[in-house]
Structure formats: C-alpha cells, structure tokens
C-alpha cells in the first residue's frame, strides 16, 4: 500500500489525562524513518526533559493551538512558541517543554531519523 492513516485517538495516550495527552503515531502509520506525536498540555504542564544524541534524532516542534515554551536546558535559555510557531532542535540540545499558559497547548513533535 502506498500510504497509511491514522487518528491521535488510534493508539493510547503515554501520558495520564489529567496532565492532557501524547500520542504516538509512528506505529500506527507504519513509519520506518520518521517518527510523529502529539503532545496536549493542560496549564502548568509539562513534557518530559530528554536530548536525542544517543539516536542522532533532530526534532520538529509546531505549535497547533496556544502557546508552549521550551527550555533548552543547557543554554539557559527559553524559545516561547505561539500557535503556528516551529523550532528545530539538534539532537544533543537537551530540552523540555512546558505549557505555563492558562489554556491547554497542542503540538505535533516530529523526530527523524528513527
């Protein structure tokens, strides 16, 4: 088959709901060299704070709804991405994101290569 389909909702969430939801959809689109999730964050949550240097995986952030901040860990510094904002990280840059808004953020996260 020359493609596959998938919905957020096809695999389970990773994360408890109370914190929002992510879901992983590599698998469930049969993806061998790209990997996709999507990351809801209600207020004052947050992802988990991880580098990819170990698999060598540059990483995509695009902010679909609300407003996200992403702490890169080990520059001190902090990218402030609203609705429609992208950040492209490297894959030893050591990062987390947190939503520190009143209302819940959505992202789909891209990593490649797997």
């Known amino acids: ?6 919905s957020k909702t096809d695999p ?4 408890d709901e109370e914190l929002g ?8 689109l049969d993806s061998d060299h790209v990997g996709i ?12 704070e991880h580098d990819e240097a170990d698999r060598g995986q540059e990483e995509i952030y695009y902010v679909v709804s609300g407003t996200a901040e992403v702490e890169l860990t080990d520059r001190d510094e902090t ?4 609705e429609d904002d ?22 789909v996260l891209v990593g490649a290569p797997l």
């Open 12 to 15: 389970e969430s990773v994360i």
């Open 37 to 48: 999730s999507v990351l809801e964050l209600e207020p004052d949550g947050k992802g988990m």
């Open 79 to 82: 990218v402030t991405l609203e």
């Open 1 to 6: 088959m020359g493609y596959d389909t998938a």
């Open 86 to 107: 992208a950040i492209r990280l490297d894959p030893e840059e050591t990062r987390q994101i947190f939503n520190r808004s009143d209302e819940r953020v959505k992202l």
């Open 21 to 28: 939801g992510m879901w992983f959809l590599k698998d469930e």
